[in-house]
């Protein structure tokens, strides 16, 4: 049985790999033909996301909900970012986390996005146009508007929350104990892009404070997260997911924020101007996390 499922297991990641890799890279007569496939390989390599699973209620003897930020500044963190430049250039598969969220919203692929992260004020591709993109009038569009004359696009700057100026991304998910199991697990439950409020991007003085820009409930989005390629810088030929990535949460984060008594507050609100007490604040909550299952076999 366990060869059976090992086997099962192999040749899921193996239709996987072959999706995601530079297909028909080495057969190709010219360029045009790297990741043409035919139609028995796109049949092939339909792969869904590994399902979840049901879990009880009752099977769960304790869970903690936590807030997290994932800054791409780190290196283990670039596979999020990169790349910031959508011009095909370097791939077609390849894309920043940000650009493939954009895209099939816009598509429509992924519908579940909310203006706060407790997921109770739905917003439309239309609603997050104000959000991402601002425009103010030049100085010779003001000297037109009070002259009297007509004012044209041309006469307004835009600016755009673009894939460059992602630089964090927030997450919310549940650590839980599931004694049926025996185990602790995690489950990610939103995400969000992190970018300078629009409106200050106008003003080159103004404090560039990171915000969550909308939310995404994640498991609508796993699907369209699962047919995108992550690079390996180990192994090109072997790319991995988004939805891969995420779920076996390859990368490092500093929780901001839990579930308590006073209404989920984040840890900068009762720890005051002190980074560094604020950041062990974080290790503590993650080592009382951490350390609950093995405390489960020890009392």
Same mark, same amino acid.
């Given at each position: 049985?366990?060869?059976?499922? =090992?086997?099962?297991? =192999?040749?899921?990641?193996?239709?996987?790999?072959?999706?995601?890799?530079?297909?028909?890279?080495?057969? @190709?007569?010219?360029?045009?033909?790297?990741?043409?496939?035919?139609?028995?390989?796109?049949?092939?390599?339909?792969?869904?996301?590994?399902?979840?699973?049901?879990?009880?209620? !009752?099977?769960?003897?304790?869970?903690?909900?936590?807030?997290?930020?994932?800054?791409?500044?780190?290196?283990?963190?670039?596979?999020?970012?990169?790349?910031?430049?959508?011009?095909?250039?370097?791939? !077609?598969?390849?894309? =920043?986390?940000?650009?493939?969220?954009?895209?099939?919203?816009?598509?429509?692929?992924?519908?579940?996005?909310? @203006?706060?992260?407790?997921?109770?004020?739905?917003?439309?591709?239309?609603?997050?146009?104000?959000?991402?993109?601002?425009?103010?009038?030049?100085?010779?569009?003001?000297?037109?508007?009070?002259?009297?004359?007509?004012?044209?696009?041309?006469?307004?700057?835009?600016?755009?929350?673009?894939?460059?100026?992602?630089?964090?991304?927030?997450?919310?998910?549940?650590?839980?104990?599931?004694? !049926?199991?025996?185990?602790?697990?995690?489950?990610?439950?939103?995400?969000?892009?992190?970018?300078?409020?629009?409106?200050?991007?106008?003003?080159? =003085?103004? $404090?560039?404070?990171?915000?969550?820009?909308?939310?995404?409930?994640?498991?609508? @989005?796993?699907?369209?997260?699962?047919?995108?390629?992550?690079?390996?810088?180990?192994?090109?030929?072997?790319?991995?997911?988004?939805?891969?990535?995420?779920?076996?949460? !390859?990368?490092?984060?500093?929780?901001?924020?839990?579930?308590?008594?006073?209404?989920?507050? $984040?840890?900068?609100?009762?720890?005051? $101007?002190?980074?560094?007490?604020?950041?062990?604040?974080? $290790?503590?909550?993650?080592?009382?996390?951490?350390?609950?299952?093995?405390?489960?076999?020890?009392?």
């Amino acid at each position: 049985m366990k060869n059976t499922l =090992s086997t099962v297991l =192999s040749l899921v990641l193996l239709g996987l790999n072959t999706v995601l890799a530079q297909t028909n890279l080495l057969n @190709a007569k010219v360029p045009q033909e790297v990741g043409v496939l035919n139609e028995q390989q796109i049949s092939a390599n339909q792969v869904a996301p590994i399902e979840y699973g049901y879990v009880d209620d !009752r099977d769960i003897i304790w869970a903690k909900t936590i807030w997290e930020i994932i800054d791409l500044d780190e290196r283990i963190n670039f596979p999020y970012y990169y790349p910031t430049k959508n011009n095909g250039y370097l791939s !077609r598969d390849r894309q =920043s986390l940000f650009r493939v969220l954009m895209d099939n919203i816009e598509a429509g692929n992924i519908t579940e996005v909310y @203006a706060t992260d407790y997921f109770n004020q739905k917003l439309s591709f239309e609603d997050l146009k104000p959000i991402l993109e601002y425009s103010v009038l030049t100085e010779d569009g003001r000297t037109k508007a009070n002259s009297g004359e007509e004012v044209t696009e041309n006469d307004y700057d835009t600016y755009i929350v673009d894939s460059f100026k992602v630089v964090q991304y927030f997450i919310k998910g549940t650590w839980y104990f599931d004694k !049926r199991l025996g185990e602790l697990r995690y489950r990610l439950l939103g995400i969000a892009p992190g970018a300078p409020d629009v409106s200050t991007l106008a003003d080159a =003085s103004a $404090e560039k404070v990171i915000i969550p820009l909308f939310w995404i409930w994640f498991p609508d @989005a796993r699907e369209t997260l699962n047919k995108q390629s992550v690079f390996n810088s180990k192994n090109s030929s072997q790319p991995v997911t988004f939805d891969m990535m995420l779920n076996s949460r !390859r990368f490092n984060s500093i929780i901001y924020k839990e579930e308590n008594v006073y209404e989920d507050r $984040e840890v900068k609100e009762y720890i005051y $101007e002190d980074a560094l007490r604020q950041l062990l604040e974080s $290790e503590r909550i993650k080592s009382l996390i951490r350390d609950f299952e093995q405390d489960m076999w020890n009392n």
